[in-house]
């Protein structure tokens, strides 16, 4: 298994940006999907987002289309989330992870950062 690290985190108002990196090493990262998932306080990870390594097929949770964006650059084995119009309901801890197959289901995500915490308030 890789290395994870994500960044970019912080405490922003509402209607705010902030843009999350997650740095990978220690393994070839070609042909794996990289996503995103989060936890608030209180609740379940969930599903944020994903993309193939190519970067042509992206996939966001309900909530966060249209305000997220996912991208990832392979030179530096890192991928992206762009987080516009944040709302408090995003505040969570964000976890970046990787996969063998294109899925929004945690069990099959193997390497995982240590995660970066987002606060958004109103």
């Known amino acids: 298994q890789g290395h994870l690290v994500e960044s970019g985190g912080g405490l922003v108002q509402a209607g705010g940006s902030l843009r999350l990196s997650c740095a990978a090493s220690?393994?070839?990262?070609?042909?794996?999907?990289m996503g995103w998932f989060r936890q608030a306080p209180g609740k379940e990870r969930e599903f944020v987002s994903a993309?193939?390594?190519?970067?042509?097929?992206?996939d966001y949770r309900d909530s966060v289309k249209g305000r997220f964006t996912i991208s990832r650059d392979n030179a530096k084995n890192t991928v992206y989330l762009e987080m516009n119009s944040l709302k408090p309901e995003d505040t969570a801890v964000y976890y970046c992870?990787?996969?063998?197959?294109?899925?929004?289901?945690?069990?099959?995500?193997?390497?995982w950062g240590q995660g970066t915490q987002v606060t958004v308030s109103s």
């Open positions: 992870a990787t996969s063998n197959t294109w899925s929004r289901l945690q069990n099959l995500y193997d390497s």
């Open positions: 993309i193939t390594w190519s970067g042509r097929i992206t």
């Open positions: 220690g393994r070839t990262f070609n042909n794996v999907v």
